[in-house]
């Protein structure tokens, strides 16, 4: 077969070149394997779409200092206390991961720690869902305000909200259904940490919001998981609480302080919603929830499905020594 560049086929190729490399992270020596091009050629093709990346050693280890600006500080006290998680690998150094199926929370993360380190994505098999992603970010000695779960929150009303934000973003739920006919909304926070919610809701009733707590499920409580291929009984080894805040106007009112600090863009489309006064009837509202839901379905199985075939590809590629397989 003839050896052209792949810039010279047109912009189909130039996109297949982009994706294999900037977005497969394939080295120039496996992509000219795969397009039966010269690596002298590749390496070419690809300079005249873009300058090359760094050495794949400095793209992983790369990390820079937390900004310290105050209110991204609070954004990220909520967030760990919720589902991000931060540990210390060194004096130094430390790591934050989240696991995921819903494409919102993994953009969240990369959107948010982006700045400050190379975010990786690593595909897993698990029980429940059958495969998600796995994203790990390593992060330098200035995030070490992140390592421990927080149980205080902020005292001043702004960093108090963005903090809430991180919160909700992460263990937060914005609902929408009818009753009697009518559209009802409310907002809830799960968290095996009473003495967090106790305290949010201290600061949120000095917000004027009436905010309820109550022990959702109790420690030693037998739940059972469905998965993909069964279920298995778990016991909680914790007490789950929630808060929970259910009159319309206070909802909406919450909705219209977070929604300007909110990265979750599903819970976003939800307070979209939730602040859509012109639709009160649920007859007018419940399909437009509906339609919601459905998008949200698809996009977390488009995820699941595209972890799955990244897991099966990587280990092909590793019975393979690196080398792809014919498409």
């Given at each position: 077969?003839?050896?052209?560049?792949?810039t010279?086929?047109?912009?189909?190729?130039?996109?297949l070149?982009r994706?294999?490399?900037?977005?497969?992270?394939?080295?120039?020596?496996?992509?000219?394997?795969?397009?039966?091009?010269?690596?002298?050629e590749?390496?070419?093709?690809?300079?005249?779409?873009?300058?090359?990346?760094?050495?794949?050693?400095?793209?992983?280890?790369?990390?820079?200092?937390?900004?310290?600006?105050?209110?991204?500080?609070?954004?990220?006290?909520?967030?760990?206390?919720?589902?991000?998680?931060?540990?210390?690998?060194s004096?130094?150094?430390?790591?934050?991961?989240?696991?995921?199926?819903?494409?919102?929370?993994?953009?969240?993360?990369?959107?948010?720690?982006?700045?400050?380190?190379?975010c990786?994505?690593?595909?897993?098999?698990?029980?429940?869902?059958?495969?998600?992603?796995?994203?790990?970010?390593q992060?330098?000695?200035?995030?070490?305000f992140?390592?421990?779960?927080?149980?205080?929150?902020?005292?001043?009303?702004?960093?108090?909200?963005?903090?809430?934000?991180?919160?909700?973003?992460?263990?937060?739920?914005?609902?929408?259904?009818?009753d009697?006919?009518?559209?009802?909304?409310?907002?809830m926070?799960?968290?095996?940490?009473?003495?967090?919610?106790?305290r949010t809701?201290?600061?949120?009733?000095?917000?004027?919001y009436?905010?309820?707590?109550?022990?959702?499920?109790?420690?030693?409580?037998?739940?059972?998981?469905?998965?993909?291929?069964?279920?298995?009984?778990?016991?909680l080894?914790?007490?789950?609480?929630?808060?929970?805040i259910?009159?319309r106007?206070?909802?909406?009112?919450?909705?219209?302080?977070?929604?300007?600090i909110?990265?979750?863009?599903?819970?976003?489309?939800?307070?979209?919603?939730?602040?859509?006064?012109?639709?009160e009837?649920?007859?007018?509202?419940?399909?437009?929830?509906?339609?919601?839901?459905?998008?949200?379905?698809?996009?977390?199985?488009?995820?699941?499905?595209?972890?799955?075939?990244?897991?099966?590809?990587?280990?092909?590629?590793?019975?393979?020594?690196?080398?792809?397989?014919?498409?």
């Amino acid at each position: 077969m003839a050896q052209t560049s792949a810039t010279e086929n047109g912009s189909n190729n130039a996109e297949l070149l982009r994706k294999l490399y900037w977005q497969d992270c394939l080295t120039i020596r496996q992509i000219a394997q795969e397009l039966l091009l010269s690596r002298r050629e590749v390496r070419r093709s690809l300079a005249k779409l873009g300058p090359l990346r760094t050495a794949r050693k400095g793209r992983i280890f790369w990390s820079g200092p937390f900004s310290g600006d105050s209110r991204e500080r609070a954004y990220l006290m909520g967030l760990r206390a919720g589902d991000i998680n931060v540990m210390r690998t060194s004096h130094l150094k430390m790591v934050s991961r989240v696991s995921s199926t819903h494409q919102a929370m993994l953009e969240l993360f990369r959107q948010t720690f982006a700045p400050y380190g190379q975010c990786n994505a690593e595909p897993r098999k698990v029980f429940l869902s059958g495969y998600d992603w796995q994203l790990k970010v390593q992060l330098d000695g200035s995030f070490e305000f992140l390592v421990d779960e927080p149980l205080e929150i902020p005292s001043e009303e702004d960093l108090f909200y963005w903090f809430l934000a991180g919160l909700a973003d992460s263990d937060g739920s914005w609902c929408l259904f009818g009753d009697k006919g009518k559209t009802a909304c409310a907002f809830m926070i799960s968290s095996q940490s009473k003495l967090l919610l106790e305290r949010t809701k201290t600061r949120l009733e000095k917000e004027c919001y009436h905010a309820k707590l109550y022990l959702d499920k109790k420690k030693g409580t037998k739940k059972t998981i469905r998965g993909v291929n069964g279920s298995r009984e778990i016991t909680l080894t914790k007490d789950l609480w929630r808060l929970d805040i259910h009159r319309r106007e206070e909802v909406r009112a919450l909705a219209r302080k977070l929604l300007p600090i909110s990265r979750h863009s599903e819970k976003r489309r939800k307070m979209f919603l939730i602040l859509d006064e012109a639709n009160e009837e649920w007859g007018t509202m419940g399909p437009k929830v509906q339609r919601l839901r459905d998008e949200i379905r698809n996009e977390t199985a488009r995820t699941i499905s595209d972890a799955e075939i990244e897991y099966k590809a990587k280990g092909t590629r590793e019975v393979n020594g690196g080398r792809r397989l014919e498409r």
